[in-house]
């Protein structure tokens, strides 16, 4: 890569889908662990997913495969739709993903047109919303392009590899005490090398990126509960006192958790 790529984990933290229309986006390289398709609806754009560049303009699609680096750069200008699939999702055609990618560039435009109408459909609040109505249209939509456009096997860089891995490990162990010693020993790495390897990708350190972690998944949890316990929360995701929990929470909320936890988004 002739660039670092860095992790965009605001998707990744997000629980609802998202469809929403844009134009003129110039993003560096980065990746997240969500689907990300992009209908382009006028102009022109320099796209680059997985080292592949091409331009892509009105009625062609970009796909990018979770974990997938990618950037654009209008050229000059252009529109889009863009409809970020997270996981919850994607688990019926998830595992087909993992080995076997779409091209980055759909560029059947004839085809792609008899796609929109699925892709608009998500624009409905009310469809949107609802989840086994939204999960069937994007079954739909990636059925369709599953049988139109030919599949290529996923490559990915072996540190981006490792780093995924890390991440995903991270989501599976926060509630025990994870440390950059225990991490780094896990995937056999020099602690220092690996800090430095996780901040460039990440862009900001393991414990802090861990931290993040065990917060959404208290206020996930806690929305859940009808008498909920914080300090209980704040043990159960992995925090060794009160006072780690709300020095790393005032980094990101100015208001209360139990505010965050009650509220509505």
């Known amino acids: 890569m002739k660039k670092s790529a860095l992790y965009e984990a605001f998707h990744d933290k997000e629980r609802d889908l998202r469809f929403f229309a844009g134009d003129n986006s110039h993003t560096s ?7 990300e398709i992009l209908y382009i609806t006028d102009g022109k754009l320099l796209g680059e997913v997985d080292g592949e560049s091409f331009f892509a303009e009105k009625d ?40 076997e990618t779409l091209p980055p560039l759909l560029s059947d435009k004839k085809f792609n047109r008899t796609i929109l109408p699925d892709l608009k459909r998500l624009k409905n609040p009310a469809e949107q919303e609802n989840f086994l109505v939204a999960k069937g249209l994007i079954d ?8 139109r456009y030919k599949r290529l096997p996923v490559v990915t860089t072996p540190n981006l590899s490792m780093i995924i891995n890390v991440l995903n490990y991270i989501d599976e162990h926060f509630a025990e005490p994870l440390t950059l010693d225990s991490i780094s020993s896990v995937f056999g790495y020099n602690k220092y090398y690996f800090s430095r390897l996780f901040n460039k990708y990440i862009g900001e350190t393991l414990n802090s990126y861990i931290n993040n972690v065990r917060i959404n998944n208290i206020i996930a949890r806690g929305k859940k509960q009808e008498n909920m316990n914080l300090s209980q929360l704040v043990f159960d995701c992995g925090f060794d006192s009160m006072t780690t929990f709300y020095r790393s929470y005032s980094r990101r909320y100015d208001k209360p958790p139990t505010e965050v936890i009650h509220s509505q988004d």
């Open 29 to 35: 390289p980065h990746f997240h662990r969500c689907i």
């Open 60 to 99: 062609d699609i970009i796909f990018v495969r979770p974990c997938g680096v990618h950037s654009l750069t209008p050229y000059p200008a252009y529109k889009n739709f863009v409809l970020i699939i997270k996981s919850a999702y994607a688990d019926d055609f998830a595992s087909v993903l993992e080995k």
């Open 140 to 147: 739909i939509v990636m059925g369709k392009f599953l049988m």
